[in-house]
């Protein structure tokens, strides 16, 4: 996937040998692997501290032909990388489910938010699917009541994997259907409420302070933002949104296996310093895996692998 990084790094070690590197030297080494970060869809501010961090790792450092001076500069690169998701974390959401189970008996409740066309419910049917893989129970709230169809939509996903949906008519305040949905588990034992949102892009600021109420109303265990890994920029300028007025917890990034290039998983973590959770790898409910930060830097700057 990286290719270009690749070949980025075998390019700079030819004008890396036996002296100190500067600022210069790093600059012009960090040119090429800017370009390879560019054609991967990183965000720019993310490639500015990329380079930042380069910089201060590397100036000052001594190189010389007998070592590898590529490994070098590929592995402070992946140190820069990996320590951007360290930084925002590590959430276990079964963990967390099941000791509230444990502790409280009461239903652990989860917020998934985001613009439609992402995959949200679908993602919301994949995540109850691997909910039941644990023996967690979940109920769904049809939160989107403004969408055309969107109630139809997730009641068509639900009943395929025979899961109870909560919904009123369209027009209704989703806090109130989310509310529902909280009570339903409440009196049916049921684990976890899990609550679709609406995500139309248009009068944005209505939305945002739908979802502020939603929030202030059913007062989620977790807050989840679903993105198109696809969607470069918008999805970043979309999670910085929604960070805004909902300060969510997690990321779920879709389509992760169609001509993916990398960079929306860093830029994104970066720019939130929120986790992600979860990559969505397609269009069946099995298609959700866990996100592992280690495994996936190692391919970017490889190049091996597809995610
Ligand atoms: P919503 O409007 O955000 O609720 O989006 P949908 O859940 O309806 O998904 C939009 C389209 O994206 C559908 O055709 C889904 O099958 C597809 N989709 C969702 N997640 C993934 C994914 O991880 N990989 C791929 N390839 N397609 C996905």
């Known amino acids: 996937m990286f290719d270009r990084l690749k070949k980025a790094f075998s390019n700079i070690v030819k004008g890396l040998s036996e002296k100190e590197l500067s600022e210069a030297d790093i600059d012009k080494v960090f040119s090429e692997i800017e370009i390879a970060l560019l054609e991967s869809?990183?965000?720019?501010?993310?490639?500015?501290?990329?380079?930042?961090?380069?910089?201060?790792?590397?100036v000052g450092k001594r190189f010389d032909k007998s070592k590898d001076n590529e490994s070098i500069v590929k592995d402070t690169l992946k140190d820069i990388m990996i320590s951007i998701f360290n930084n925002a974390g590590t959430l276990d959401i079964i963990g967390r489910i099941n000791s509230k189970k444990d502790r409280e008996k009461e239903p652990y409740t989860i917020l998934f938010l985001g613009i439609n066309g992402t995959g949200k419910t679908t993602t919301i049917a994949k995540f109850a699917n691997m909910l039941r893989k644990h023996n967690i129970s979940s109920v769904i709230v049809a939160g989107d009541t403004h969408r055309a169809g969107a109630i139809e939509q997730i009641t068509e996903h639900a009943t395929r994997l025979g899961i109870k949906v909560i919904a009123q008519r369209y027009g209704a305040d989703p806090a109130a259907v989310g509310r529902d949905g909280v009570l339903y588990a409440k009196a049916h034992r049921v684990d976890t409420v899990l609550i679709?949102?609406?995500?139309?892009?248009?009068?944005?600021?209505?939305?945002?302070?739908?979802?502020?109420?939603?929030?202030?109303?059913?007062?989620?265990?977790?807050?989840?933002?679903?993105?198109?890994?696809?969607?470069?920029?918008?999805?970043?300028?979309?999670a910085r949104e929604f960070?805004?007025?909902?300060?969510?917890?997690?990321?779920?990034?879709?389509?992760?296996?169609?001509?993916?290039?990398?960079?929306?998983?860093?830029?994104?973590?970066?720019?939130?310093?929120?986790p992600i959770v979860y990559l969505g790898v397609g269009q069946g409910y099995d298609d959700l895996v866990p996100f592992n930060a280690e495994e996936f830097v190692e391919q970017i700057v490889e190049g091996n692998g597809k995610r």
């Not at 869809?41 to 590397?58: F, G, N, Q, S, W």
């Not at 139309?200 to 993105?227: W, Y």
Request: aromatic share 6%; no cysteine.
């Open 243 to 274: 960070l805004r007025y909902t300060d969510f917890n997690a990321i779920i990034l879709t389509k992760s296996d169609s001509d993916y290039k990398g960079g929306s998983a860093l830029s994104i973590v970066h720019v939130t310093n929120k």
């Open 196 to 238: 679709d949102t609406a995500g139309r892009m248009q009068t944005s600021r209505n939305l945002m302070d739908e979802m502020a109420k939603i929030v202030r109303v059913v007062k989620p265990d977790l807050k989840i933002f679903v993105g198109d890994s696809l969607a470069g920029n918008d999805t970043i300028m979309q």
């Open 41 to 58: 869809d990183v965000a720019h501010e993310t490639i500015m501290y990329l380079h930042d961090t380069l910089k201060r790792e590397l």
